[in-house]
């Protein structure tokens, strides 16, 4: 055949078959297909995208062919032997990644030898074999991916309706609605059916990721180019007898391409109002040859800020106009004159300070009694950072001779962000020994309550996020069917952050004469200048500002995991229903973390907490079986089809013990596309080594009374060394039903039952600590403006060196102190159902897909300890709501496509029993893909999020932001243009 007469299918990912030793064909990884039937040249091309393959063949030879279609999850392999039934067009592999077509009777001369490709990635399994699996996996392909729209694949899993986004953003970590606060490099992690980013396992290509944040405990999927993933495997299903400890929830394996032939260039940019600009553009290129491939994938992402004053609902933190309350607190510019109140336990307005014309309070009469300045105290912060990533990722595949193989990957990500944090605000007392004191009421001093805001600005937050993984595996065809796969993998996180502009207290009293001048310092307060407390913020001359406004905060984190790991599989015994496939494997892992901070806040010099370096050893043996009972050769009516699969994993410890986890599976199929599946076991996480190692750090915070009044409170966080592992039991029931070019639904109900977990039940729920009962036991009230012994206590914490506020607020202010230390609290119980469902349409051009997904969450109960009320908390602010849903449909023709989906978020409640509404928006894309001419291999689309640009739901938050991050989005509507060149 003239070679020159072939045609490149337009839209064709251009990456290698995966397949097993033994296959020197097509790939036998499954995957979701939705081709509608027609003609066989359009099937041919979706096939392409669907399966990431390139297909040759001769121009005249589908024309006029059809095919029935195809709709299901099947091995690429399966899904081309059923487009191209009965078409007499036969195929055959010439190059990895590249399929030639041909007639039945041609032979092709032109291709080069078939050869082995490297083994499949079968997540939720240990065997390469592929098939039904008993759990239930969600496949987001390479073409689902693209047609999302969006930026990167962190963004789509966090949309995924069974995914909380309340925890492990960086949206609800800047808005301080995330309730495991760790976040503190901007990181993305999935926190599975709300049961925390840590007990959701982060795999790429089923090895582990270095952890993120300042305790490392989940893994960052922001940190991959997105143009070398080629599919993501949600596994909704514990799975630590397969995969170790933290597959409580589920598992995410992230998949990257297998190979690249050619070269694909990748550009979008979005915009949203008020902000938020991004833009992303990466660059692919690779080639294959006879026996391997090699390929580097570069991405750029660079954002814009957005800032909360432009949003009316997250603005001034006064949410009276949308129905709220006013969180605007007495932290303000100009200041208050404030007072003990011992009733309330809190500081109240006396005065408020009214500057006159000259900018600064000089007499008794610029004084308001009773009266108050009211600010919020996260006025003008950024809600989305300022940010710029680099990603890379390399990967080289080598086969050696007829029996081994080796493969090699690199990734490095460097994330770097910047955002304008909250103002420094405080309560401080103010004596004649200042030159601009004023009292309204011939007072010797005033406690002041003040915001730093219009003096020294917001604070400005920066660090950046540095990532490194490296693997490098062999398998090796030992004969007889059977293969040893070995891998040594490293990855390695670093976070830096630091936060600038802040107020050091102890450079405050100098300035405010309250204390003596500091011969450590060359600032002299009666030649350099006093802190005018009384003004409007123009009072102070810039020398004072520099002085008090040098305090900082810097952190440094860093986490390592190290991974050796030998599997040998086959099969070791023939049943009526097939073979038994058996996999033993043996692992060695090493984990290590340590972090270091220093603090210059309180103290004439800064002051470093190192933590020393953590290690933890990890030595496991695991086994998993799959025991076909029924299979073709011995199939009867209502048994088409029946398999059990068996796994179990033990695990060594070095520092808390072992721990054993099995797990069991059942797949029968009745009749034809039809299978019934069923899954028991166990699951455990072991706590971090933050989590046991940390240092006791106290810090502050308010939290809110009954009454509607808030309390200076003080927080202490820190490790626990007595932690016990948290352990989990998981069932899963379901079923799957594919008929080709039909309807296809999926349905399933799972059952996730926590004990001993491991929580800081305090710090989950700050807003309700006074007046949740079961919290009282992390809770210590004080009144030391009345009491002696309070008094003596909260002297005894704030002059910690460690204590970052030091005498910014006087002692008598504090009216309770919160531990929010890691404990093993009580249990845990989440169940409910997925559903999912497609359907394809074929209207002569035109191919419609209906699909839709949706997660009810029948209920989540949580025991706060345990002997605490056992409360239902679905539907509750900071946590998951009961439905979930995405819905909508998808039309092509010839080169153009396009998308409308609606997503729906159920209604829920704040603590306070308010409602808040349900959130509907629609999103839509529409695609170009040219198939002839210079402008093949071009694909151009066009997405709006949030189409009717619906704010989100009003929310009542303590933060005075009136939305919640975790259920809603406060971009508005969000318009994208992505172009993608296949070379």
């Given amino acids: 055949m003239n070679m020159s007469r072939l045609s490149l299918l337009s839209g064709s990912a251009i990456v290698a078959c995966v397949v097993s030793i033994s296959v020197t064909a097509c790939a036998q990884d499954a995957r979701e297909f939705n081709i509608p039937a027609g003609s066989l040249r359009d099937a041919l091309n979706l096939f392409a995208t669907q399966s990431d393959q390139q297909i040759l063949f001769a121009g005249d030879l589908v024309t006029g062919r059809t095919t029935p279609g195809l709709a299901g999850r099947f091995a690429p392999r399966d899904a081309l032997g059923r487009l191209l039934a009965g078409s007499g067009i036969s195929w055959s592999q010439g190059r990895p990644g590249v ?8 032979t092709l001369t032109s291709a080069e030898p078939a ?21 239930p996996v969600i496949v987001l392909g390479r073409d689902a991916l693209d047609r999302r729209g969006l930026g990167t694949v962190a963004e789509i899993l966090t949309d995924l309706p069974q995914n909380y986004a309340g925890s492990g953003t960086p949206i609800v970590q800047m808005t301080a609605s995330d309730r495991q606060g760790s976040n503190a490099v901007n990181a993305t992690g999935v926190n599975l059916r709300g049961l925390g980013p840590a007990s959701t396992l982060t795999l790429v290509n089923g090895r582990r990721l270095a952890g993120t944040g300042f305790r490392g405990e989940f893994g960052d999927v922001s940190a991959l180019p997105s143009a070398a993933v080629e599919r993501v495997d949600v596994l909704l299903d514990g799975a630590s007898a397969l995969y170790g400890a933290d597959a409580v929830a589920g598992v995410v394996n992230v998949i990257m391409r297998k190979a690249f032939n050619g070269q694909e260039s990748r550009a979008r940019v979005s915009l949203a109002e008020g902000g938020a600009e991004d833009f992303i553009v990466s660059h692919l290129a690779g080639r294959s040859w006879s026996t391997g491939s090699a390929y580097l994938s570069y991405e750029y992402q660079t954002t814009n800020p957005l800032s909360s004053l432009d949003r009316n609902y997250t603005a001034t933190g006064d949410l009276r106009p949308f129905g709220g309350t006013d969180h605007r607190a007495l932290y303000s510019i100009p200041g208050n004159i404030l007072i003990f109140n011992a009733a309330a336990g809190a500081y109240v307005a006396q005065y408020a300070i009214r500057p006159n014309a000259s900018g600064t309070a000089q007499t008794a009469a610029d004084f308001v009694a009773g009266g108050s300045n009211l600010q919020s105290i996260s006025r003008g912060v950024d809600l989305t950072p300022a940010l710029d990533r680099h990603s890379v990722y390399g990967r080289i595949y080598q086969s050696v001779g007829d029996r081994l193989e080796l493969t090699a990957d690199v990734r490095y990500n460097r994330r770097t962000y910047e955002f304008a944090g909250a103002a420094s605000i405080g309560v401080f007392n103010v004596t004649r020994s200042n030159p601009y004191f004023v009292s309204p009421t011939g007072a010797a001093s005033h406690i002041v309550g003040y915001s730093f805001l219009a003096d020294l600005g917001n604070t400005r937050q920066t660090g950046a996020s540095e990532s490194l993984g490296v693997t490098a595996s062999a398998t090796y065809d030992l004969g007889a069917s059977w293969s040893l796969d070995g891998y040594l993998a490293v990855a390695e996180e670093r976070g830096d952050g630091a936060v600038r502009g ?5 450079f405050l009293n100098e300035a405010l004469g309250t204390i003596a001048d500091d011969p450590a310092t060359s600032y002299r307060a009666a030649v350099d200048g006093y802190f005018n407390p009384f003004g409007s913020g123009a009072a102070n001359s810039r020398t004072v500002l520099d002085f008090i406004g040098r305090g900082f905060t810097e952190s440094h984190d860093r986490s390592r995991a190290q991974s050796a790991n030998l599997l040998a599989q086959g099969p070791v015994v023939r049943l009526p229903g097939g073979d038994v496939q058996l996999a033993l494997g043996a692992q060695i892992r090493q984990d290590t973390f340590d972090t270091r901070t220093l603090t210059f806040a309180a103290a004439a010099s800064p002051v470093a907490i190192v933590t020393p370096q953590a290690e933890r050893r ?31 994993r033990y695990e060594d410890y070095d520092d808390f013990g072992s721990t054993s986890n099995p797990k069991f599976g059942v797949v029968w199929s009745p009749v034809g596309d039809l299978a019934l599946r069923a899954s028991w076991g166990t699951s455990f996480r072991a706590a971090s080594l933050p989590q046991i190692h940390d240092a006791s750090v106290l810090s502050l915070t308010t939290v809110p009374r009954g009454d509607g009044g808030s309390v200076l409170a003080l927080y202490q966080y820190g490790g626990n060394a007595d932690l016990k592992p948290e352990t989990a039991e998981t069932f899963t029931i379901g079923f799957d039903y594919r008929p080709r070019g039909r309807l296809n639904l999926s349905a ?8 001993d977990r491991i929580a800081q039940p305090a710090t989950e729920n700050l807003a309700g600590v006074l007046t949740d009962p079961s919290l009282a036991p992390f809770v210590t009230r004080v009144s030391p403006g009345a009491n002696a012994a309070d008094l ?12 970052a506020f030091g005498t910014l607020y006087p002692a008598t202010s504090y009216g309770a102190i919160i531990d929010g230390r890691w404990v093993n609290t009580g249990a845990v119980r989440v169940n409910g159902f997925d559903l999912s469902a497609r359907y394809p349409i074929s209207l002569r051009e035109h191919r419609i897909t209906l699909d839709g997904s949706a997660s009810y969450i029948l209920g989540y109960e949580s025991q706060t300890t345990p002997t605490a009320l056992v409360r239902e908390v679905v539907d509750l602010i900071g946590y998951p709501v009961r439905l979930r849903s995405r819905i909508g449909a998808g039309w092509s023709n010839g080169d153009w496509s396009a998308d409308l989906h609606w997503n729906h978020v159920g209604d829920y409640r704040d603590r306070l029993g308010a409602r808040i509404d349900a959130w509907n928006t629609a999103d839509l894309q529409a695609g170009w893909s040219p198939s002839t001419g210079v402008l093949n291999g071009l694909r151009l689309a066009l997405t709006i999020q ?38």
């Avoid at 399933?748 to 004990?755: A, E, H, I, V």
């Avoid at 938050?957 to 989005?969: H, K």
């Fill in 502 to 506: 802040r107020v050091n207290s102890r």
């Fill in 115 to 135: 050869t082995a490709l490297e083994d499949v990635v079968v997540t939720g399994t240990l065997l390469k074999r592929a098939g039904d699996l008993a759990s």
């Fill in 946 to 983: 949030n189409l009717f640009d619906q704010d989100p739901p009003f929310y009542d938050a303590p933060s005075g932001f009136g939305f919640d991050p975790g259920q809603s989005s406060l971009m508005g509507r969000t318009v994208a243009l992505q172009l993608i060149k296949r070379w």
């Fill in 748 to 755: 399933g109900y799972f059952d996730t039952r926590f004990t």
């Fill in 792 to 803: 003596a206590l909260v002297q005894s914490y704030i002059s910690r060196p460690d204590f």
């Fill in 618 to 648: 990890v030595s496991a043996v695991f086994a998993e079986a799959r025991i076909p009972l029924v299979g073709a050769d011995n199939a009867r009516p209502g048994v088409r089809s029946l398999e059990l699969s068996v796994a179990g």
């Fill in 99 to 106: 399929i030639f077509l041909r007639r039945s009777t041609e």
